[in-house]
Nanobody, 123 residues
Framework: VQLQASGGGLVQAGGSLRLSCAAP????????MGWFRQTPGKEREFVAT????????DYADSVKGRFTISRDNAKNTVYLQMNGLKPEDTAVYYC?????????????????WGRGTLVTVSS
């Protein structure tokens, strides 16, 4: 599975961005998806996950109420809507896929990773 993340950029604190992750192929609906982020010198951290059907979703406490993960299986795409952005949200954001019915908060449970997209939030 090849993953292609896009939508990053520079935004002021309080602003919004929507990240997209396209996964070309016929089997996208077989995969649960996740978003992670990483800053220099730190381990990649969990942001959000969504299972194959979209009915099971989980978020990191730091983004609950501000970020929304969703997917469109017809378009082979998963999204991360980010509202109320804070400077501490600045990171490279990665999408990931795992061949499983359920998502996971652990990066070690994912089989495929896309190239990251940089999100910078200015204060």
């Amino acid at each position: 599975v090849q993953l292609q993340a896009s939508g990053g950029g520079l935004v002021q604190a309080g602003g919004s961005l929507r990240l997209s992750c396209a996964a070309p192929g016929r089997t996208f609906s077989d995969y649960s998806m996740g978003w992670f982020r990483q800053t220099p010198g730190k381990e990649r951290e969990f942001v959000a996950t969504i299972n194959w059907s979209g009915f099971n979703i989980d978020y990191a406490d730091s983004v609950k109420g501000r970020f929304t993960i969703s997917r469109d299986n017809a378009k082979n795409t998963v999204y991360l809507q980010m509202n109320g952005l804070k400077p501490e949200d600045t990171a490279v954001y990665y999408c990931a896929a795992r061949l499983a019915d359920w998502g996971s908060t652990s990066l070690y449970d994912y089989n495929y990773w896309g190239r990251g997209t940089l999100v910078t939030v200015s204060s």
